[in-house]
């Protein structure tokens, strides 16, 4: 299976107005541009907004957060430098609600439980490990999960994060013996097809920047063997 990239034409979004637009990211998408010269999805959502709205110049366009590169689901961008200021302060303060769903091979400790680790970031190899005391450098860790479906040899969990670390649900998982499906970075035992990992950014929701409404968004999932009988 090759990794289907998003395209202008293509363009999973979830939500849009004037001041911001909400895409369904896939595996194969980069939020930002890297050191892979790959094409962000931050310039794809630029080409949509200028086609669609027949924008003559440069479309701004803000990156609020990123996703990893392997993972799915809700990303929001901001359409206007005013959106792009209220909605950093958002997340950066952790004013939103985000709900993920992870697949996992090995049953977790509990159905339902917090976990609270300090994960210390290699910048070498780009991974986080997971402590469970605090060590030099380490920045605090906490996330809500449960089991929400018993799949044919697999788990979903749903997760809530409390803190935004670097590999965050990556790391925790693995250090409770259950790295997510494909995610050979930290442990787990083959990778997908696609390249990706079973962990999807499932919900978010927030207080629209200008408008000041509460914004619900979902995100449906990649279709899958998996993805799809939860």
């Known amino acids: ?9 293509n363009l999973q ?15 194969g998408d980069i939020v930002q541009g890297d050191k892979t ?6 310039e794809v959502v630029k080409e949509y907004i200028k086609e669609k709205y027949g924008k003559p110049g440069e479309v701004f366009l ?15 961008f901001a359409r206007t430098s005013k959106a792009l200021e209220r909605l950093n302060a958002m997340f950066s303060n952790r004013e939103t609600s985000k709900t993920y769903w992870a697949v996992v091979k090995n049953r977790p400790p509990e159905e339902q439980d ?26 605090k860790a906490s996330l809500d999960y449960k089991i929400i479906s018993t799949l044919d040899h697999y788990f979903a ?26 995610d050979l970075k930290y442990g787990f035992d083959r990778s997908n097809p696609d390249g990706g990992i079973h962990l999807h950014a499932r919900k978010l929701s927030f207080i629209h920047p200008v408008s000041k409404e509460l914004i619900e968004i979902t995100a449906p999932t990649p279709i ?3 993805w799809n009988l939860i």
Not at 20 to 27: A, G, M, Q, W
């Open 1 to 9: 299976m090759s990794k289907i990239i998003s395209t202008k034409d």
């Open 62 to 76: 803000g990156v609020v957060h990123r996703l990893d590169r392997p993972t799915t689901g809700i990303v929001v």
């Open 224 to 226: 899958d063997v998996l």
């Open 157 to 182: 969990l749903e997760i809530n994060l409390h803190t935004g670390r670097h590999h965050q649900i990556r790391a925790q998982l693995a250090a409770v013996g259950c790295p997510i499906k494909g």
């Open 114 to 139: 917090t976990l609270v680790h300090f994960l210390k970031r290699n910048e070498k190899n780009n991974t986080s490990k997971a402590h469970l005391k605090e060590i030099p450098e380490s920045k």
């Open 37 to 42: 010269g790959d094409k962000p999805l931050s």
């Open 13 to 27: 979004v979830l939500y849009e107005d004037n001041h911001i637009i909400v895409v369904n990211k896939r595996v």
